[in-house]
């Protein structure tokens, strides 16, 4: 197979792409950081690196037109994440989370259109944090949100053209991302875990993918209760 992962020079994305490759998948690994693009390449000939900055649509359009071969699999998994503390909103914070978890991978899926065929698959990084108010997630969550709905939205058309959607929505993952985390994060797993699993579910061709099950199963069940409960539950676990 064929596949194609941005955010693939640190955590979920790169213990994917080396998974991927030791079962002898060609990659092409998607980042910003050029020494860890190289290090990375130079590990195997299956691995190919391709410098791209996801918030800037114009290089994403670039970068694509100079794919060495046409993905099967495009795991579009770059993000990132910022807190806001106390409910002190701050616009430039939301903008640039937004920038990159919403509008990164809008940009993505833009540039993939001129090479896209029946039966690819499309892959889409979100997070359970998109299923459920929590507090310090104003920007994080919202931009989650937004891309899981748009994920949604688009497989009405896309599944029609043959192009399968799926969305990734993990809990805590041990990255580089979950490690400046300074409150305690239940249910934790190892990036080699996230992958396997991943990896798993995208083989039987699921359309939503949760991680770990038992975390994203309570906060999907919190998810349902009405909202004055949901507000109770979250606030006696998380700010009391
Ligand atoms: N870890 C968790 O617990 C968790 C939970 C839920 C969802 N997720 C989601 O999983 C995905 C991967 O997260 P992670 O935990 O593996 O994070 P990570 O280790 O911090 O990796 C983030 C990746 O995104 C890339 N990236 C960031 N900004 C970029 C930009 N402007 N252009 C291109 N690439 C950019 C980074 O590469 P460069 O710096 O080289 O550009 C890096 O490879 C994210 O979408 C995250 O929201 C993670």
Redesign the pocket.
């Known amino acids: 197979m064929n596949i194609l992962i941005?955010?693939?020079?640190?955590?979920?994305?790169?213990q994917l792409a080396l998974d991927y490759v030791a079962q002898g998948d060609q990659v092409i690994v998607?980042?910003?950081?050029q020494q860890?693009?190289d290090e990375l390449q130079a590990r195997s000939p299956l691995l190919h690196s391709l410098a791209?900055?996801?918030?800037n649509l114009k290089q994403c359009i670039k970068a694509f037109g100079q794919l060495p071969f046409v993905p099967d699999v495009w795991i579009f998994?770059?993000?990132?994440?910022e807190y806001i503390d106390d409910g002190e909103l701050d616009s430039g914070l939301i903008k640039r989370v937004m920038?990159?978890?919403f509008f990164?991978v809008v940009h993505c899926l833009e540039a993939m259109i001129p090479y896209q065929a029946q039966g690819q698959q499309v892959v889409v990084?979100?997070?359970?944090?998109g299923e459920l108010a929590l507090p310090r997630a104003e920007a994080?969550g919202a931009s989650?949100a937004a891309i899981s709905y748009l994920t949604q939205a688009l497989a009405l058309d896309w599944e029609r053209r043959g192009i399968a959607l799926s969305l990734?929505?993990?809990?805590?993952?041990?990255?580089?991302?979950?490690q400046k985390n300074t409150f305690s994060?239940p249910m934790?797993i190892s990036?080699n875990e996230?992958s396997q699993q991943i990896r798993q579910q995208l083989r039987e061709g699921k359309r939503f993918i949760y991680l770990p099950k038992r975390f994203t199963t309570l906060l999907r069940l919190v998810a349902m209760l009405p909202y004055r409960w949901q507000q109770k539950l979250v606030q006696r676990w998380i700010l009391s």
Not at 6 to 11: I, V
Not at 52 to 55: A, E, I, K, Q
């Open positions: 941005t955010g693939a020079t640190s955590g979920i994305g790169q998607c980042g910003r950081n860890v693009l791209l900055d996801v918030t998994n770059a993000g990132v994440c920038d990159v978890n990164g990084v979100s997070s359970i944090a994080y989650k990734v929505m993990p809990g805590f993952v041990a990255t580089p991302l979950t994060m934790m990036v996230a």
